[in-house]
């Protein structure tokens, strides 16, 4: 399953939007080793249906030097601009409003973002290839990294307990 919200991490929130009655089907490649130990190995093709909706993933690494991609049946590769979700969170603890009452401020304000509540800890996944144009506190949002993304559009992660080393 893990496999499976990997490659279709960009069309589906495997936290949120798998349904009773959503159904897939996959082949993995098998690795045996010398000892004739069998383990799963990448994920060669996969289908799942969600809501009625069938989205498909084939492994293509023409090089066969493991730097391939999935691709849909037409060819389209199944990644897109952004991820649907940037972490393994635990719930939302907040919506994109215009009206909440803020638990710090005490006042009613909009809220132009969703909050992921995670666990002290949690890696963050920028939910799209970019560069980093802001890493430090930002007023009322605490530690905040901004990435800047190659369509203009800029993403925030905001509230984190501490950054990454390595992330400028």
């Known amino acids: 399953i893990d496999a499976l919200d990997r490659v279709f991490q960009w069309q589906i929130d495997f936290s949120r939007q798998i349904r009773v009655g959503d159904t897939y089907r996959f082949a993995f490649q098998r690795e045996i080793r010398p000892d004739g130990s069998m383990r799963a190995g990448r994920l060669l093709a996969a289908e799942l249906v969600n809501s009625g909706t069938a989205f498909h993933a084939i492994w293509f690494d023409p090089n066969d030097d493991g730097d391939g991609s999935y691709f849909d049946l037409e060819g389209n590769s199944v990644r897109r601009a952004f991820l649907l979700k940037p972490l393994t969170y635990r719930r939302i603890s907040s919506t994109y409003t215009n009206s909440r009452f803020h638990p710090i401020l005490k006042t009613w ?45 800029v993403t925030r992660y905001a509230h984190l307990n501490r950054f990454r080393t390595g992330v400028n």
Request: glycine fraction near 14%; charge should be positive.
């Open 109 to 153: 304000r909009a809220h132009r973002g969703i909050d992921y509540a995670a666990d002290r800890g949690t890696p963050i996944m920028a939910t799209a290839d970019g560069v980093v144009i802001h890493r430090a506190a930002k007023g009322s949002f605490g530690n905040t990294v901004e990435i800047r993304h190659p369509n203009g559009f």
